[in-house]
T-cell receptor
Framework: EAQVTQNPRYLITVTGKKLTVTCSQN?????MSWYRQDPGLGLRQIYY???????DKGDVPEGYKVSRKEKRNFPLILESPSPNQTSLYFC???????????FGQGTRLTVV | GDSVTQMEGPVTLSEEAFLTINCTYT??????LFWYVQYPGEGLQLLLK?????DKGSNKGFEATYRKETTSFHLEKGSVQVSDSAVYFC????????????FGKGTKLSVKP
């Protein structure tokens, strides 16, 4: 079954404690991206990757890092989380030449 | 830059009512247009899409037509069900930015029995 898997689904952490949210896909898609969803703001792109070792900033990259060492994985790293990064995060993938994306189930992050 | 504007919610309807959620876009090129749906506690799922002017996307009784002249992609359904309660997002694929998706802010739909 084609899947985009995020872990964890829920996370409560404290300010400044480094964390990683993982994203893994089994569809062999080249493109992967991260979004955050906030009330009244919709989804905003954080980072994206066109392929292995190729990453680029989206609209709201401050405070986040990503890496793409393997095609199937695209972790989101928060080196020093702050309360304004409390949000619902989604990973998405799509194949080359296609416009529609496939989304993970989401990770609800709370930073206190 | 490219952008998507969709009607503010929430929208509350009775079962079997007609649904319209308005969506307009601004784009320099000829983007693909999408409607995504997010059911409670879940990720986004593609509901329908249209890739060029006058295309009609349809799925699960929902329809939307790509109107270049009015830069619109309104979502419609003739008879909603309680199970249609969800948040609906209009989106475009930004041809000038590696095909990244640009989303509207979402419209929450609640359907009452």
């Amino acid at each position: 079954e084609a899947q985009v898997t995020q872990n964890p689904r829920y996370l409560i952490t404290v300010t400044g404690k480094k964390l990683t949210v993982t994203c893994s896909q089994n569809m062999n898609h080249e493109y992967m991206s991260w979004y955050r969803q906030d009330p009244g703001l919709g989804l905003r792109q954080i980072y994206y990757s066109m392929n292995v070792e190729v990453t680029d900033k989206g609209d709201v990259p401050e405070g986040y890092k990503v890496s793409r060492k393997e095609k199937r994985n695209f972790p989101l790293i928060l080196e020093s989380p702050s309360p304004n990064q409390t949000s619902l995060y989604f990973c998405a993938t799509r194949p080359s030449g296609r416009a529609e994306a496939f989304f993970g189930q989401g990770t609800r992050l709370t930073v206190v | 830059g490219d952008s998507v504007t969709q009607m503010e919610g929430p929208v509350t309807l009775s079962e079997e009512a007609f649904l319209t959620i308005n969506c307009t876009y601004t784009a320099t090129g000829y983007p693909s247009l999408f409607w995504y749906v997010q059911y409670p506690g879940e990720g986004l799922q593609l509901l329908l899409k249209a890739t060029k002017a006058d295309d009609k996307g349809s799925n699960k009784g929902f329809e939307a037509t790509y109107r270049k002249e009015t830069t619109s992609f309104h979502l419609e359904k003739g008879s909603v069900q309680v199970s249609d309660s969800a948040v609906y997002f209009c989106a475009l694929s930004d041809v000038g930015s590696q095909g990244n998706l640009i989303f509207g802010k979402g419209t929450k739909l609640s359907v009452k029995p």
